[in-house]
């Protein structure tokens, strides 16, 4: 799967981009009560614009992405100066306040992850194959504290389509996955998107814990 994502951004089949800043996120992060200044993990975060977004609005980002070419092409089109070095095995990309740390999310660890308290997928677990998806869940949690917030933008493919990336992620799935670790709460399920055959799901999660 490594060397199928490389070969995505190298050859700019990126589908998955989006050229503009996602809507649910701009209408939902405000509501999670998320505190400014924190620090917020971006999983498999590519070059994703939302990024910026999150940084406009007072929070440090650390995004994680597997293929250096995004990376690259992320700061290619910001402004500000770069500052890059190596920390914990990642190829670590800063411009402004947001963080590009290039390597495998799974070998991000909790050291690493210690001024985290809030996270926002929108791309990473529909990214991931089924056998994939339960180790993902258990990852994040683990480097998220109790009483973290975070917003989560699955997808829910038409009935027999079974295609991806990007996969369907059908709710009780997605309860499956998170509900051991997280407060689940479903937010929308979007409008069908033209000549895709899919349309996307939003949720809210809060990290469990003694906080909670």
Same mark, same amino acid.
């Given at each position: ?14 589908? $998955? ?14 509501l999670? /009560?998320?505190?400014?200044?924190? *620090? ?6 590519? *070059? ?6 999150? =940084? ?5 980002v650390? =995004? ?9 092409? $992320?700061?290619?089109?910001?402004? /500000? ?7 914990? /095995? %990642? ?9 590009l740390?290039c390597?495998?999310? $799974?070998?991000?660890?909790? &050291? ?6 809030? %996270? ?46 990007? $996969? ?7 309860? &499956?996955?998170? &509900? ?7 937010? &929308? ?5 033209p000549?895709? /055959? ?15």
């Amino acid at each position: 799967m490594v060397n199928e994502w490389r070969d995505r951004w190298r050859e700019g089949r990126i589908g $998955f981009h989006r050229e503009q800043i996602h809507s649910s996120l701009v209408r939902y992060w405000p509501l999670l /009560g998320v505190t400014p200044g924190t *620090k917020v993990l971006v999983p498999l975060c590519g *070059k994703s614009l939302d990024m910026r977004w999150l =940084g406009q609005h007072d929070h440090p980002v650390l =995004g994680i992405e597997l293929a250096p070419e995004a990376i690259e092409q $992320f700061v290619a089109a910001g402004a /500000g100066e770069i500052s890059r070095y190596r920390q914990g /095995g %990642f190829d670590v990309c800063r411009q402004g306040n947001v963080e590009l740390w290039c390597g495998d999310f $799974f070998h991000f660890h909790i &050291e690493q992850a210690a001024e985290i308290g809030a %996270f926002y997928d929108r791309a990473a677990l529909i990214a991931l194959p089924p056998a994939t998806r339960q180790r993902y869940a258990f990852h994040l949690a683990q480097l998220i504290p109790p009483g973290a917030r975070g917003l989560l933008i699955s997808l829910i493919r038409a009935p027999g389509d079974e295609g991806g990336p990007p $996969f369907g992620v059908a709710a009780e799935e997605v309860r &499956e996955l998170f &509900e051991p670790n997280f407060q689940v709460t479903h937010l &929308e399920d979007g409008e069908p998107e033209p000549g895709r /055959g899919f349309r996307e799901s939003v949720w809210a999660l809060v990290r469990r814990g003694p906080s909670v």
